[in-house]
């Protein structure tokens, strides 16, 4: 008859064995795996996989050839030693790019992927459109308006006078934007805007323009010179 202290044996060993096979099996993964690492490390570091193509989406003003001269790909450099941060560094110091994001793709290829800024609005300077994105950056100039733009006239050269502009530009509707023919700001507190039927919005401060922009887009329906949406929760208009 089998004693209780050799069932507890036994029932010892076989934990034992199991917990062996367990840390076998764990092992050998291990080093399959690292294996495996290794080789993908050695593949990558293979002139196989080096770079041969400069691949540039996402672009529309921006030519390409503008971003790869920007990006200065090394080519025939093994993949795994491209620097994807630097050269998204140097792409987005162009004017026209709002981001970036370069990986690299096997066998052979940097994809560099490009969001470009958008107009908020344009100002004319000698005789040249200058194109303004919502942060107040300018970022591109060229001789035809860009169709669809706001028109901003602005006193000076002041950034935030500028972003202020933009911010009133991105509240209007689309019918207040085609009754727009120009905003004007001589001040952060005095914007307005001209409309194309003679009459003009009297903004002020650039605060609370979705809110004017709301206001103002129901007051245009209402004939009048002047529409003051200065302080938006009281507008009022004069003949």
Do not use: C
């Not at 294996?35 to 196989?48: D, N, Y």
């Not at 004017?95 to 096997?106: A, M």
């Amino acid at each position: 008859m089998t004693s209780p202290i050799d069932l507890a044996h036994r029932s010892r060993e076989r934990v034992r064995g199991r917990r062996r096979v367990w840390l076998r099996r764990l092992v050998l993964v291990v080093v399959a795996l690292a294996v495996v690492a290794v080789g993908l490390v050695g593949l990558a570091q293979s002139p196989v996989f080096s770079v041969r193509t400069v691949a540039v989406s996402g672009n529309k003003t921006v030519p390409a050839g503008q971003i790869r001269q920007a990006a200065a790909v090394p080519l025939n450099v093994p993949l795994a030693r491209v620097d994807t941060a630097a050269i998204a560094q140097r792409v987005s110091v162009i004017p026209g790019v709002g981001s970036v994001d370069v990986r690299v793709e096997l066998p052979d290829t940097v994809s560099i992927a490009v969001s470009e800024r958008v107009v908020a609005f344009v100002t004319n300077q000698n005789k040249k459109f200058q194109w303004v994105d919502p942060s107040g950056q300018v970022f591109n100039e060229t001789a035809q308006r860009p169709g669809g733009s706001v028109l901003g006239q602005l006193s000076g050269n002041d950034g935030q006078l500028r972003a202020d502009v933009a911010t009133v530009a991105q509240a209007l509707s689309p019918k207040l934007r085609g009754q727009t023919k120009q905003i004007t700001a001589s001040g952060p507190d005095s914007i307005e805007i001209a409309l194309t039927s003679g009459s003009k919005i009297v903004w002020g401060s650039a605060d609370s323009s979705p809110l004017k922009g709301q206001v103002a887009d129901a007051l245009v329906n209402t004939k009048a010179s002047v529409y003051d949406v200065s302080a938006p929760a009281n507008p009022t208009t004069r003949q």
